[in-house]
């Protein structure tokens, strides 16, 4: 049996070189395809199967990473360093329901349980056919297990690769990013401010309120934006205020202003509603954002 880390080295540039001077074995997934010249922001997969003091040192800094950027995976398999780094490059590219092939950084811990969670069971079992064991650090640096399917018919997963999905699994991938996507354009515009939000409580709640925004009728990205800001600024409170609530029934689609329009003309109490939630602590939440997992490490 082995173990092995799993970094993704694009949330901490030039790590390759960090495992170079201290001589550890590992790969590049980016090998063999046209993303090869960049192994300085490539996943990289490391043996640290025999304790030494390079692999403490290894465990040390990638765990350091890893509890603050959701980048690092730690693996048991039967397969050798070049056996497994050989299967996992199959799946650096998937097929989307519209013919076209897209590159899947799965190896993103925020990406890894969203993608796991649509894949059919056969095609699960094929991605992680010779890995016995997958702990990782979450976006949040709590660890979970990734459940992995077992194949149960006696013989080995043989979905064709690239692995293809479906127009559901397709829809239900990108919608899993999402909120993600939003908090990463929101730190474009109010960055000092969602800093101040730990981690797991921004995402819950991001989470949340896009699928409120959905069932409002508000789907563009744009609107989901100003949307996302005044409930930030509200705490979500802003359903609340009458304004609003009327809006929200009457729905948008016949509204003669647009909806940023809509929400530069909100009146000033709509903002004052609520407290900012950046400005309110987990307590006064009412510990409605759950934070997942309660590991530290992952046992190492």
Not at 226 to 240: F, K, Q, R
Request: hydrophobic letters at 40%; charged letters at 25%; proline letters at 4%.
């Amino acid at each position: 049996m082995y173990r092995y880390i799993l970094f993704d080295s694009s949330q901490h540039m030039r790590f390759s070189s960090r495992l170079d001077r201290l001589g550890a074995h590992y790969i590049s997934l980016f090998d063999g395809h046209a993303e090869e010249p960049f192994r300085d922001i490539a996943p990289l997969l490391i043996d640290v199967t025999v304790a030494c003091e390079f692999t403490h040192a290894v465990v040390e800094e990638t765990t350091r990473v890893g509890l603050m950027k959701p980048c690092m995976s730690m693996l048991d398999s039967t397969k050798s360093l070049q056996e497994l780094g050989d299967h996992l490059r199959q799946f650096h590219l998937f097929e989307m329901p519209n013919g076209k092939l897209m590159v899947m950084r799965w190896y993103d811990t925020r990406i890894l349980p969203a993608l796991m969670g649509v894949l059919s069971p056969r095609q699960a079992a094929t991605f992680s056919d010779g890995i016995t064991a997958w702990k990782y650090y979450d976006r949040v640096g709590a660890v979970q297990e990734q459940r992995l399917q077992v194949v149960t018919d006696g013989h080995r997963p043989r979905e064709s690769i690239p692995l293809t999905l479906d127009t559901a699994q397709g829809q239900a991938l990108f919608d899993a990013a999402e909120p993600d996507v939003l908090i990463y354009e929101l730190r474009r515009n109010i960055r000092a401010e969602i800093d101040r939000v730990p981690r797991h409580v921004l995402h819950s709640f991001i989470s949340s309120q896009w699928q409120k925004a959905r069932q409002f009728g508000v789907t563009d990205r744009g609107n989901q934006l100003e949307l996302m800001i005044l409930a930030l600024s509200t705490s979500g409170a802003y359903v609340e205020h009458a304004v609003v609530a009327d809006r929200l029934k009457a729905g948008f689609a016949d509204n003669k202003e647009s909806f940023r329009q809509w929400i530069e003309n909100l009146p000033e109490e709509v903002w004052k509603v609520g407290k900012p939630i950046w400005e309110i602590s987990e307590m006064d939440l009412g510990g409605s954002f759950d934070r997942s997992g309660n590991e530290t490490s992952l046992g190492l």
